[in-house]
């Protein structure tokens, strides 16, 4: 249905998806074998909520949604979504967004047991096009994904702007 309207994309294992609507990795790993057999490129959310990253277990959270949620020849995008950054104005500080995606990097290739597949990997949380261009400077990071801000045309449009301006980097 979704390809018939167009659809090249599809978002998967979104904080509320998984709060809200009962979206386990399991789950979340079945509608990306379902999506890559329609033909879509699954966009996989993972993140921490804040008491996990405060008490230390951000690592093992973010290990555990990309061994249970991928699958072994994914393809498709990652989204690296802290949940405590999503709506409330809050981004990580560039060092820890860096620790954060070397770990993820590190951790895809297991999961998917080849060095062959690069998965694009995006931040998601709070995105303006403020924060844009540093944002996209931070080695290993290849895109946004931006909610309430691309809900208002000029402040995506400004974010859009903001990513073509920046100079892309080599590919870690
Ligand atoms: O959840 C998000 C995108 O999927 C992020 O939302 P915000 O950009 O509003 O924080």
Redesign the pocket.
Known sequence: MLTELGARYV?LG???RRQNHGETDAVIRQKVKAATAAGLIPIV?IGEHLAERNEGRAASVLAGQIEGSLTRGFRGIV?Y?PVW?????ITPSHEELQRKLSLIRALLPMRLMTDDIRVPVLY?????SVQTPSLLSIDGLDGV???????EAQSFLDIIRAATEVPSSSPS
């Open positions: 978002i979104h904080s509320e959310c989204a979504e950054a999503i709506g409330s104005g998601g949380g709070s995105v303006t994904l931006v909610g309430s801000a691309s809900l």
